[in-house]
């Protein structure tokens, strides 16, 4: 079998995941959508009120209403105390579930409303209720449309499934993204695939249960709904048994963060626990999702915390920072620091050399007086992070504009000079690949990012979870993160995450 079809088989749990999720956010826009088609249907008033809401929701990108459930859910938490999951699967559902509303409402709305008043008429003359002329008359008559609207919900909820992988939920997003990132297009391509037959095969499902309602088959529509029945519980019906102490490891989105991941689940699965990751997730998030028990054990950098939860604008001596940062988590029960890895993966401002050279540029001092001609290239996030507006602060840096990638295709706007500047990342192996100029900081407005391995409560009161792990610290030099890194991120010999952490786990002596 070719690694397409490898990969493609490989991705059970992600489908299952996938089409569950996408059938129960279909099913609750079901359940939102029809009361809605009748009262907007008897009422004008409500019908512009429902509609502009739903087509509201449907401007909204998918993916902000999804990021924008997470605080919602953590907010409301907080509130009840406790106990309402605001990363994973519920976030993910109810955003799909508002964007399945609209085709479904729109539908309904306007077959009601189509229909020919004399029908309405002999039923009012026959003595019906409401009720029963909406069940015995009017909704028959609009079932062909409704359904209609079902399907175009239907292909809407399996093609926006995958963003549900940003808020920490497992779908088919999670190949697409991590082979995006780590640009592995066997994988880019194997959650595309799956993705698309799932919406396909969802579509043609459906057209069964339309043929049937429309042409008053009922076999075939049963046969349809069998099917969909069928597809559920293959999906939740788990590939396997699991009766071990299930841990979620999670990652940020990028090289790093993937290959760690599968380092800590390694150590995590041979010391006996169940491990499933939630890759992909922002800076803001990861954080809330430890401190919630969304996730256990994941790797974040000391100047990110120092700047994002601390809320701190110093920059002090890296032990001073890590003494900060392991005071600040304290809480009963709450996330703990267990340490530092051992390498420090600091924002970098790079170049190429012949244009740093030309232009007479070895720091951020004399990047300023350049800035205004040259195109800054930065990660998705960095110029919403701290550590920006204290750079930009310390040296008034102002560019003639800045583009945001995804951390690997910024090295490619680099090295085709679509941007001028980026905002590496120190451990990056592909600064002394492509031989990039690392411009100092005589400002220190960077702060130090120390590798931290940080665990929830669950984890840090776990003695295997602890032991497992404990070994990680201190023992990462920057050499071997750096190729690691390298080893994923490189163009030939390309490795996946899991390879490469092997590879650093087998160097590094901590290979069982």
Known sequence: MSRF?????????????????SFAALALG????????????????????????????QTMPALALLALFYPLLLSLSVLVGGGIPALGFLPALLALALYAVLPILHNG?????????????????????????????????????????????????????????????????????????????????????????LALATDGVLVLVERGVAQRRPALAWLGLALVALALGWALVPARAEQRPTLVVGAKNFSEQYILARL??????????????????????????????????????????????????????PEAMRAGLAAYLTKPGGARLLGTLGFENAYAFAMKPDVAKARGIASLQDLVRAAPDLTLGTDLEFLDRPEWRAVESAYLLRFRQSKRYSPTFMYRALASDDADVI??????????????????????????????????????????????????????PVAAMREANYRVDRDDAKQTPESAASWLATTLGLAR
Not at 281 to 306: C, H, M, P, Q, R
Request: glycine share 10%; net charge neutral; with cysteine.
């Open 109 to 197: 709305v306007a077959a009601l409303r189509g229909l020919d008043p004399a029908v309405r008429e002999a039923a009012d003359a026959m003595g019906l209720t409401p009720g029963q002329k909406l069940r015995w008359i009017e909704a028959p008559l609009v079932a062909p449309l409704v359904l209609a609207g079902i399907r175009t919900a239907a292909v809407w909820t399996v093609g926006a499934g995958p963003l549900a992988t940003t808020v920490g939920a497992t779908s088919l997003g999670n190949p697409i993204f991590a082979g995006l990132q780590t640009q592995d297009w066997v994988l880019v391509l194997a959650g595309c695939a799956a993705a698309a037959g």
């Open 30 to 57: 079901i359940a939102i959508a029809l009361p809605l088609i009748v009262a907007a249907a008897r009422n004008p008033h409500a019908a512009r009120v429902a509609l502009g809401l739903a087509s509201l929701v």
């Open 264 to 317: 800590i689940g390694t150590r995590l699965d041979e010391a006996g626990f169940a491990v499933s990751y939630r890759e992909g997730l922002g800076s803001a998030v990861v954080f809330k999702a430890l401190e919630s028990g969304d996730i256990d054990v994941y790797v974040d950098y000391a100047g990110t915390l120092w700047t994002s939860e601390l809320r701190r604008t110093d920059s002090p001596a």
């Open 423 to 476: 905002t590496a990342f120190s451990s990056d192996g592909r600064i002394a690949a492509d031989g990039l100029t690392v411009l100092s900081d005589p400002s220190r407005a960077i702060p130090n990012y120390d590798a931290l391995l940080l665990v929830s409560g669950k984890c840090a009161a776990d003695p295997r979870c602890f032991a497992a792990l404990r070994p990680l610290i201190g023992r990462i």
């Open 5 to 21: 079809g490898t990969t493609l088989w490989g991705l059970r749990d992600e489908l299952a995941a996938h089409l569950v999720l």
